[in-house]
């Protein structure tokens, strides 16, 4: 099971914005992310609507953060991208499960599953972009990033 690309690209485009420290314009952030430039205004978007990312109008606008980095979580930015974190779809609010239709109790699995994402869940709100900004390492691999092709 892995986190979807998109979601992998809008961390790596929050990581970019963390180690930039100032306003950035679209093609710069696509450049820098090896993200392709569509690609990275439709993340870009999702991160506005989310609050992560604060975006700029005009000759000089571009996309700051819009939150101080100790204050995102990768939790904030995964459920920009995807919604709500469930490790099963079987915790959805409107889902009928047909292993226990009749709802008087919750199936083993529904309890675990729920069990497992707050663990998830937990785990990713303890994680901050201050502590990517901190790390001596550094994400960003330009040259890396060039050998690849960009999809």
Known sequence: MYITLETDYAI????????HD??????????????SLRFSLKILRKLVTAGIVQSFKGAKGGYILAREPADITLRDVIEAVEGPYRFS?????????SRNPSLESTCVYHQFFDHLSQVVVQELSRFNFQQVKDSPVSCLDLEACHKQPKE
């Not at 790596?12 to 180690?19: E, F, G, M, Q, S």
């Not at 100032?22 to 993200?35: G, K």
């Not at 779809?89 to 499960?97: F, K, S, V």
């Open 89 to 97: 779809r079987c915790l959805a609010e409107d889902y009928q499960c």
């Open 22 to 35: 100032q306003r950035m314009d679209a093609q710069s952030i696509s450049e820098a992310t090896c993200v």
């Open 12 to 19: 790596r485009i929050v990581d970019c914005l963390v180690h």
